[in-house]
């Protein structure tokens, strides 16, 4: 069965960083494109980013805005999401999930918090 467990969240001030980590197993994973969504309170889900199988090309929601950075191991089976200059509004559950988009995503992990406040 596919597993995605997600680790790194915590609580930090506004401008600070994090490194979000996702273990994958269960599925061949060099062969699938992944991504991360987040969901704050009382929200939809919400798609942050993916990157595609190889590792060669990667997008980003525009709220980005260039502060965050997915990356992969296909050695390890993991995928990560470097979170620069966090802010408040970048509160949420952040989940990775196999597949590119929401509407592809087949699987996605239990989530881990992040938290962005003074």
């Known amino acids: 069965a596919v597993q995605l467990v997600e680790s790194g969240g915590g609580l930090v001030q506004p401008g600070g960083s994090l490194r979000l980590s996702c273990a994958a197993s269960?599925?061949?994973?060099?062969?699938?494109?992944m991504s991360w969504v987040r969901q704050a309170p009382g929200k939809e889900i919400e798609w942050v980013c993916a990157i595609r199988s190889g590792g060669m090309q990667e997008w980003y929601a525009e709220f980005v805005n260039k502060r965050f950075r997915i990356s992969r191991d296909d050695a390890k089976n993991m995928v990560y999401l470097q979170l620069n200059n966090l802010q408040p509004y970048d509160t949420a559950v952040y989940y990775c999930?196999?597949?590119?988009?929401?509407?592809?995503?087949?699987?996605r992990g239990q989530g881990t918090q992040v938290t962005v406040s003074s």
């Open positions: 269960g599925f061949v994973f060099k062969d699938y494109y």
């Open positions: 999930a196999k597949g590119a988009t929401t509407d592809t995503m087949t699987d």
